[in-house]
């Protein structure tokens, strides 16, 4: 009988250490995590890359639904990719071998809450008649359109068009992307080695698996919600220290400018022309820093543009409620673009369609 006293004792810590374990995990990984005002239908739109983080996914199609909430209506948009993951208008289309441009950038370039059609790359595309290759992706940086810029190179591109925000300037030093979920979505980002010499690392762990497992609610078996509930909140203590270790401006400042140098690089090596297109947000112009980091490399402000429309009282180049370029907004953008183009003679005479 004495025996058995010790015994229930141990087993009783172990049966409340464990619940209380569980119960952590419960709190820490599902109850303080909110849910998004948004769900998805179809094929993942990204997938895992253990060089970049995140890449479109190729040949798929992914319709996202958004409610209405405060002041933005309920709305849904189709994204088609083919089978480089660039967007495209419908299923089943494939990247030609050659393209006149590649544009990379975040979801202002990506065309977030649009159709493909009114895309700024799109419009772009039609008003040059060139063909053009839309590979950037929503929460995207500098630093992954480098290396996706990188990874298409065989498309031989006459240009390229990169559309930078400033957040880009956070975003190329930050080990997680911009995500709907406080847990990290693990991207490649920029560092610095002992002698301060400046790399691109990889991300940190899968957070593809991590965001897309949470939005899908894929977690109701035992194995699953035990499995995803550490994976969320391994992603929070990621998150965690990254934002408790954010890089200076000035560090920002000089990661913008050595990825810069190698986006530049990379055209050059192509045979190329890079055209880098600032896109305000909420009408602010650039960061002071822009100017300083893109050197000699060609640099197309659309602050004043977007200005001038505002002034004119023309239609409205945001979303409202959100921020994003609207159609407008992306007419506007494209416009502005194949007015320099032409211009500067980036595409030469072939392929151009006489001015107006």
Partial sequence: MSKSKPTKTVLLVLASTIASLLLGIEVAAYLTV?????????????????????????????????????????????????????????????????????????????????????IYASRLARELNASISNLAMASYGTTQSLQILRRNRDLAPRLIVYGIIAHHFERNVMPCAPSYYPFCLDVSHVVWDEQGTPRIAPPWSNGVRRLQQQLAGDYYSPVGWLTHGLDVIHGRIEYAWATFDEADEAKK???????????????????????????????????????????????????????????????????????????????LIADEIAKYVRREGLLGAAGLRPQP
């Fill in 34 to 118: 909110p849910g998004i005002a948004m769900s998805s239908e179809g094929d993942g739109l990204v997938i895992f890359d253990p060089e970049i983080g995140a890449i479109p996914n190729p040949s798929s199609h992914n319709r996202r639904i958004y409610p209405a909430i405060k002041d933005r209506k309920a709305f849904a948009f189709d994204v088609y990719t083919n089978d480089r993951g660039a967007r495209v208008d419908g299923p089943g289309e494939r990247s030609p071998a050659r393209v006149d441009i590649l544009a990379v950038g975040d979801s202002f370039t990506w065309g977030y809450a649009l159709a493909n059609p009114d």
């Fill in 253 to 331: 400042e000089r990661a913008m400018s050595f990825l810069l140098r190698e986006m530049e690089r990379t055209v050059v090596d192509m045979g190329s022309q890079l055209l880098v297109v600032y896109i305000p947000t909420n009408y602010w112009g650039p960061p002071a820093g822009l100017p300083r980091a893109i050197g000699n490399i060609r640099l197309l402000d659309l602050t004043e543009a977007f200005q001038r429309n505002k002034s004119a009282g023309g239609p409205n180049p945001y979303i409202v409620g959100d921020g994003h370029p609207s159609a407008s907004g992306h007419a």
